[in-house]
């Protein structure tokens, strides 16, 4: 398997990083060292969690009969993976898409799981994007979530478990797979509502006073949609299958919780391309805007030149050094061509004054 | 729940915020402090309004045997809703799409009503557009609406009921949802009208005199089309479903009149689509009339430049001080000189008649 | 019903009016005062005719074993529409349909008869497009066409009728529907003759000598295929609905006419986007013809520009009043700096010349 | 029938006489002045050609127990259309669109043939584009195709029955079909190899240095590309609808060969949209040129102008003829000027140097 | 068969040479004078391997019991593929597929046998993109593959079917195909990673100082990406072929492999246009940095004319040699017009400063 698993990963590897450039940073900070394997098993009575024990304990906890949640931080730890994987019969071929990190979302309905992939932003400031892969396998009173980086988006729904207010003890693993994708998606609104605020001040900007620095800017947010459509359009057919529910993974009850995270994709991707409009009239905008100015800096300098430069042509005849130029000796030769010259720049003001260049 | 719910809800409210801009306005005007409900119970033979009550007993006088269209104002006081909701059996997530006033339109079909959700808009004008959240539920001999904020737009069907014209009281309450659907649709169209009369006149300023001001104010309409698509266009949908009428909640006779507001639907969807063509039509004539008028700026520039300034230097030749300049000292050197600047000034004259210049 | 019908029809009219514009004309020529009925009884063995006769007195002499053609000219007479509407059954939404004369072309399959509306262009020249509303209701034994204005586009068919000659009285209704709506379908084509004659006569333009008012033109065509694709694009599924013939009320055998005239529909919508991909590439060409222009005018700057300026300046040396300037006493001062001037010029213009200015 | 057909005939004739404009001639060459019909009727054992014979004759000599192939060339002789269409039972639509010159490629599967007609191209040179109507219809064991002008484009395939080579003999009409179509195809791949030299020479061009010519020649290639596009993509559906043979005209072992000449318009038409992305990629490639020249002449401009004007401004200071100018009386005043010029040259020359503009 | 097909054979190569322009080289060094046969035989017990043998004798040596692999190293050895062909019972069509080296990526089920040709990348380098047509028949226990040029992308493969390692030995051919398809799809990531590093690098060359070269790159790219879609697009619909597996030529439990490899070409695609967005956003950057200077230079050009002009025309005024003009007497006349000068020139760069031109 070595030979064209293992080029085609680099390979692969080395595609994401040129598409995501500078955008997707080389995740120094959120990488795990080490794989944290956490367990939740709960049913209506009681709730239970462990942590920091040695995988083959933890599985072993496993109780078919009540709920159970088992979380792995971190994909560097194949070992692990793999006797997870021993434990509940995932494909070798499945485990590949959970530590494919730039696999694209999609929902995969097997045997006897469903198998979920879908990214995480979990940072997006000026400086960079970060996103994480998170893939999920769901099966009889069993959920396994796969976390490419630790994270603290999921504690608010660890804490519920525990402290057993909401329904979310009542109900099967397929509605805790509900409230972890819910809080996934979530998590894309935080991302939209920083580019509306760039796109706000951009477009504030470049009404007052353009620059180049907001067509860099704009062109930047253009990227960036570019990014986000590759990682929401196909979250779209992820949900989807899930709401249609063909092989019944989900408990009827349920479908329209599932439902309801796929209007709020629609929702995403409808604000997407409202903002990618959005842009491309920004980028008419600012084009308009220079090409006004620029209009203006010609005006200016065809008025100064088409005034100044017959006027000089007169001023450089009297220059002229022959001998027999009677004007010279007129009395009044030089207030007669201060006067030629007034008209001449009068009726050239009134010219550009009749056709509304100033 | 609150966790993710809440923390999306900001997001969302923000984003959409953005997204509509100074376009959706605070809802400083229309916003209700309290909200009001409202209970119009009807059947062909009598009918009786309840208005000022409270809400239980509101509830308590739904006799299902009649008609009932229960009317609220305002989406401020949950307590209300939730009452409501448990009278109805409305499940929670159908609370929060009646309560989240930016959700897209749509329809979805239930149990044991139907429920769908529109926008209606209820001012237009120079300053800003101001839309409300409806949504209606409709069950067997009852219908409810939810308005964002308090308006005038049902009073016309509200008097026609208790005036028992028309057929409205002979019939079940998804004809009265119809009627109010329809007056909703009929909304639009002022809307379109304001817009048409908007492009007429940026149409006639630009083929007179563009200036930077028409260019703005067609990227304005620019981004109010981008804004209405977002609204009518999962409309068409919205109502397309009530069309198929799949499961039954509208009567058979009256699927007809659901044809004809998803007709004029997309009329409407035509409508604006012809529009956005044509402002791009009107772009293109902005960018040509200026890009022609900075033609003929640079047209005079050239032609004045290149007239004046060989003259100019033959000028500056003779005004030079060198002692031996036989030119200088003959007769009619002066006169000579201006006989050869007329030459150039008439050859260049003609030469710009042939090319057509001016 | 007066609220909100009334209401949507005036703010409907006003859309349609703003979006045609001065396109569609107010209809003063050929609107009419009064609304004409008109009767042909016909089958294979005799025919009659029955004109300016009250309404009541046409319908009683229907005979609904024989085939009749009720043609109404003139929309303005509700009165007389409601009494046809009675005597066949038609519902009071497809008469406002009817009415409508801004709805879109469509089909609509009733209980029994089959109701198709369209648009026919009567008049298309420089100055205006005018088309009229033309609907149709298919019943046994019985074609209703209703016109907005008086025209003769279907005297031929009634000639063809009252002269036996053709199949055209051997056959039922839904062959005559058929040649009413090809008689119609024929009329696009002199529109689509017309356009196509001006986009011929602008190319030539352009490619000799173009000006702003050939793109004026250009934008004009483009809006009249904005206008046509609105009119043209719903008629191809109209007609296809007649193909498709679900519901049988179109005869097996004359089911190849109809396919015909969707062959004719769909040569027409392709004509059209050709037209308009060759309006584009107009627009190209245009533009690059004026920006070619623009560049040779800016050449012819620079070229008198940079030559004679720095010989402007050799001169202005000269023409300094220093005392000592040795080469002023030179004694072939003056013609050295001559030839110093002819060597720059020489110079520059093969400069131009390797550059391949001119 | 004269009215409508009359008129609605020579409409189209004109509308697509604009459409090819130039492009296609006017058929002075090809057309025929007399139709030629000929019968090859073959089977396995034996083959006889009839041609220069009176249609009846050679009608009466199709034994419907042989293969029989009945080419018509040229589609003027009404009459003889008429007595083949009497023979073989068509109806007088399906003649209408083998007379009808302009009909765009379709097949059509009636009660027992087939019915198919498309274009082929002739003659296709710098100067012209020529292309023929050609139609067929496919019974049981026989063959019509019917050829608006005269060509040689079937002389091998005549040839080949003659001769027995080949299994052409061997099976039915059907076979026969897919030969006469093979070759129709091929003959559109000269024609886009035509367009690829001439796409080839101006991209050569352009990159060297581009002209106004260059461009008239993507915008010729452009017009060329929509008008095949016109005749190729409904191409398309047609050879689909062969394919697919849902009542079974082509015998099933035959449908291998359709489906490859379907591959092969398939093929086709990706190189129409391959060649049309290469020709909008070459207008990018030649509006950048063009501009990047502009710069150039701007830059050299200002360069210039920047230089020489304040140098002329000192000149013209010392030129000035005031009694008090101390500096004229200067020993080194001249010296010192051209010194301060010198300077003046030098830091502008560096400025450039230092922007990078030379 | 001669006429038509070698006829339109000569023109598709022909025509795919053009599209393919420099882009495709002649093939001078991958081309094979020889065809190389190659047959690896193996069940899960053993292998054996025969090279450099007659045809005849390693098709007898096929062994319809055991796995067989029969690989041919170039297409010219006409000869060689007909016994294959007989052997196998191909069909001519089929076999015309494997000799096209034009021919687009497609799956064909045949009647026992499965069809699939597609392109090979081996070479992509500044230079130039070399790849290759294969075609592979899959039949029961055997499969054929065809290879335009020897290559050694399979040798990894071969050696781990003589190794045993890895499940492929005890898998049947189908699993192989899978794995040369893969092999074959992993070619196309390394392609893609090239272009994305010269993406990378004239982004930001043109951040930084763009030239036209660098335009002429992006071009280059751009056409780089037509092509690539020409061999990728096609693939993405002949490998779900394969995944759908309507006629059971995949086992059941390799299905999924296939659906790993569409997973892969389906991210191609992604990454395909997501790269042609970035080049279209690069283009606007470029543009818009190119016209930015330029409008640097026209604000300089217009600044120095506008200060200096007048200037020039108050030093031309004094200039003029009239008897009398007081002012060139006065004692102070020459410091007056040098203030005044001085005045001039300060006012014009307050100017230029209020309007930020600096």
Known sequence: MKFSKGSRKS???KVTEHLTGEFRTK?????????IIELISYNEESVFMEENKPVDELLDQCDRKRKNWLNVDGLTDRNMIDRIAAKFDLHHLLIEDIMNVDHQPKTDELD????????????????????????????????????????????????????????????????LLYRLVDAIVDSYYSVLEKIGEQVESIEENISKNPTV???????????????LRRVVYPLREA?????????????????????????????????????????????????????????EVMKLLTIITTIFIPLSFVAGI????????????????????????????????????YKKWF
Not at 27 to 35: A, D, P, S
Not at 133 to 149: C, R
Not at 213 to 227: A, G, L
Not at 255 to 281: G, N, Q, R
């Open 213 to 227: 620095k907001d067509f860099q800017q704009i062109q930047k947010i253009r990227k960036e949609f570019i990014y």
């Open 112 to 175: 006897d799981h469903l198998f979920l992939t879908l990214k995480m932003f979990y940072r997006f400031d000026e400086e960079k994007i970060d996103y994480e892969h998170i893939s999920f396998v769901l099966g009889k009173n069993y959920l396994l979530s796969f976390q490419e980086k630790e994270g603290d988006i999921f504690s608010g729904i660890r804490t519920r478990i525990k402290q057993d207010n909401g329904i979310i003890r009542k109900r099967g693993t397929d509605y």
């Open 239 to 295: 949900i989807n299958k899930l709401v249609k529910n063909e092989n019944g993974f989900i408990d009827e009850n349920n479908e329209k919780y599932f439902a309801d995270v796929y209007d709020h994709v629609i929702h995403l991707i409808d604000s997407l391309d409202t903002y990618k409009d959005l842009t491309s009239t920004m980028m008419d905008l600012y084009m308009n805007t220079i090409n006004y100015k620029m209009n």
């Open 318 to 353: 009297y220059g002229m050094n022959f001998k027999h130029m009677p004007e010279l000796a007129w009395e009044n030769g030089y207030y007669g061509v201060l006067a030629i010259m007034g008209a001449i720049f009068i009726m050239m003001i009134a010219y550009f004054r």
């Open 27 to 35: 995740q120094e900070t959120g990488t795990l060292e080490k794989t």
């Open 11 to 13: 390979a692969l590897h």
